[in-house]
């Protein structure tokens, strides 16, 4: 087996590239299996290399040393690959993938716990080309979540602020969008707000729209919101971030299928794992077990049903 440590040097804004290389080096010194540490030089790299490295055939784990965004370049170099495995490992700002995991989301910072996991498919939504293990979004919450990263690299604002300004300069924008939303027998059509769908249960920093959500079981869950006031939308949001979308049914329409199409009257972001993607016509689709995860030794939450919340 292969372990292949893709490494983002601009995740969190601080290059950990030698402080990887150290951990990595130190952890293979009594193993006999080979390892490469290989830094991406643009997006998308990561998900090109990992093709590159799939091709030769063999196991092959992959590393996503970084966030989120280092994760779902990796997750979409291995979707679909049987002989590629993918896991966080992570070193950037944004984990929200491993917030479903609770306490033991630690368990993905732990490298020798990593080398001494096991596998387990999980599901993935394909979505403008790309693919997600976590959650795809459009509407405002994808407005918000893109424009962020260029507010929080003015001197004047940085750091968290720049979610603060985003909120506010997008709320300006308009909180609604014209859609199109269809989902099983679901549709609907007019002003929305946002459209969530989730494999996974944070996104946005910490938003937490969906309590239960698992990417093992097959079914996404997804939140409609139609267009509110700004007075409404403030004591909604709120209740929507901690799971308690279901107590405005009014509002929020709460699905639970495996796809979600939504047609705008022009060109949005979509949100994908909070990297973000431009279309006018939107199709989130899940995909059953198209990726390998990598179980760190200890967790018990793929061991679990119902929940899955850890004790």
Request: charged share 25%; hydrophobic share 40%.
């Given at each position: 087996m292969k372990h292949l440590f893709i490494v983002n040097p601009i995740a969190g804004g601080k290059d950990r590239t030698e402080q990887v290389r150290a951990r990595v080096a130190a952890a293979f010194r009594s193993r006999e299996d080979s390892w490469e540490l290989y830094v991406t030089q643009g997006p998308m790299d990561a998900a090109e290399?990992?093709?590159?490295?799939?091709?030769?055939?063999?196991?092959?784990r992959v590393y996503a040393c970084g966030g989120d965004g280092t994760f779902n370049e990796c997750v979409c170099g291995a979707a679909l690959r049987p002989n590629v495995a993918v896991c966080p490992f992570p070193t950037g700002t944004g984990n929200?993938?491993?917030?479903?995991?609770?306490?033991?989301?630690?368990?993905?910072?732990?490298?020798?716990?990593?080398?001494a996991g096991?596998?387990?498919?999980?599901?993935?939504?394909?979505?403008?080309?790309?693919?997600?293990?976590?959650?795809?979004s459009v509407g405002i919450d994808a407005r918000i979540?893109?424009?962020?990263?260029?507010?929080?690299?003015?001197?004047?604002?940085?750091?968290?602020?720049?979610?603060?300004?985003?909120?506010?300069?997008?709320?300006?924008?308009?909180?609604?969008?014209?859609?199109?939303?269809?989902?099983?027998?679901?549709?609907?059509?007019?002003?929305?707000?946002l459209v969530c769908a989730c494999n996974g249960r944070y996104y946005g920093g910490g938003f937490n729209?969906?309590?239960?959500?698992?990417?093992?079981?097959?079914?996404?869950?997804i939140y409609v919101i139609k267009g509110v006031s700004l007075l409404t939308l403030a004591r909604l949001i709120g209740k929507y971030a901690a799971g308690k979308a279901d107590q405005f049914p009014r509002y929020i329409t709460h699905l639970r299928g495996t796809e979600v199409e939504i047609d705008l009257d022009e060109e949005d972001v979509v949100n994908i794992d909070g990297e973000a993607a431009r279309?006018?016509?939107?199709?989130?689709?899940?995909?059953p077990g198209a990726a390998r995860l990598v179980v760190p030794r200890g967790m018990r939450f793929f061991e679990q049903d119902g929940d899955g919340e850890n004790p």
């Open positions: 290399k990992i093709a590159r490295e799939a091709e030769q055939g063999g196991a092959l929200d993938f491993c917030r479903m995991f609770g306490r033991e989301a630690e368990l993905y910072r732990d490298l020798d716990a990593l080398l096991t596998e387990t498919p999980i599901d993935l939504i394909e979505c403008c080309g790309r693919y997600g293990a976590n959650i795809c979540g893109t424009d962020v990263h260029t507010y929080s690299k003015l001197p004047v604002v940085g750091g968290a602020a720049g979610y603060v300004v985003s909120t506010v300069v997008n709320v300006l924008k308009g909180i609604a969008t014209n859609m199109s939303v269809r989902s099983g027998d679901f549709s609907a059509q007019g002003k929305h707000s729209p969906s309590l239960n959500a698992r990417p093992d079981d097959g079914v996404l869950d279309a006018k016509n939107i199709r989130m689709k899940l995909l």
